[in-house]
């Protein structure tokens, strides 16, 4: 049983366009969060969520949405997209917002902007 | 001054040699310290923490904590070819809630 998925795993699109990119875990976590890793392979952290509340929001466009339609799940949108939004995006869980020696990382969105 | 600072590498070592990973962090109030390891193309998949200073040891993996110096250090003893990968070093965030921030990364290269 995978723990924490990701859809989909390859994402290729044209600049302006909007997409999603939805996260599902079954670990019965309490907090989700979403990455960003870019070519240079730089883990950045891009949102939390704990219990579908909004927690950590990094310096990050308002091109990029979370939405936590309950805590099992947290997608991500993006509107009108850039070409420096292609990265592999990794969205992630933990027991709770003091676990992090529990975080567990999904396998990964690569998004490619054309 | 980076939060998180690795050396890039590549670092290569001979297989059943030890691999010394290196990492020094800014933020004089972290309290927890993490490695990854990432494969080429999969997601970071966590082997160590630490938090407390002096070292903790994991089956050939020992983590190494300085809090005065501000340095966390990962080694790899009787290292394999399965240990290429990435090795990211993350430590919590200041502020108000829990984050990790990621150092760029070394890539450990064991060669035969």
């Known amino acids: 049983d995978t723990a924490v998925s990701q859809t989909p795993k390859y994402l290729v699109t044209q600049m302006g366009n909007d997409k999603s990119i939805k996260c599902e875990q079954n670990?019965?976590?309490?907090?989700m969060y979403w990455y960003k890793q870019d070519s240079k392979k730089f883990l950045k952290i891009m949102f939390s969520?704990?219990?579908?509340?909004?927690?950590i929001n990094e310096t990050v466009p308002n091109r990029f949405s979370p939405k936590s339609p309950d805590k099992a799940h947290l997608n991500l949108h993006i509107n009108s997209l850039e070409l420096g939004d292609s990265a592999v995006y990794f969205c992630?869980?933990?027991?709770?917002?003091?676990?992090?020696?529990?975080?567990?990382f999904g396998p990964g969105t690569r998004l490619l902007v054309l | 001054q980076k939060e998180v600072e690795q050396n890039s590498g590549p670092l290569s070592v001979p297989e059943g040699a030890i691999a010394s990973l290196n990492c020094t962090y800014s933020?004089?109030?972290?309290?927890?310290f993490f490695w990854y390891r990432q494969y080429s193309g999969k997601s970071p998949e966590l082997i160590m923490f630490?938090?407390?200073?002096g070292d903790k040891e994991d089956g050939r993996f020992t983590a190494q904590l300085n809090k005065a110096s501000q340095y966390v250090s990962l080694l790899i003893r009787d290292s394999q070819p399965s240990d290429s990968a990435t090795y990211l070093c993350?430590?919590?965030?200041?502020?108000?809630?829990?984050?990790?921030?990621f150092g760029a990364g070394t890539r450990l290269a064991v060669h035969p």
């Open positions: 630490i938090y407390s200073n």
């Open positions: 993350a430590v919590n965030g200041a502020g108000g809630y829990n984050k990790l921030i």
């Open positions: 969520y704990n219990n579908k509340e909004l927690i």
């Open positions: 992630a869980s933990s027991q709770d917002l003091a676990g992090l020696e529990t975080q567990y």
């Open positions: 933020d004089r109030g972290s309290q927890s």
């Open positions: 670990l019965g976590h309490d907090t």
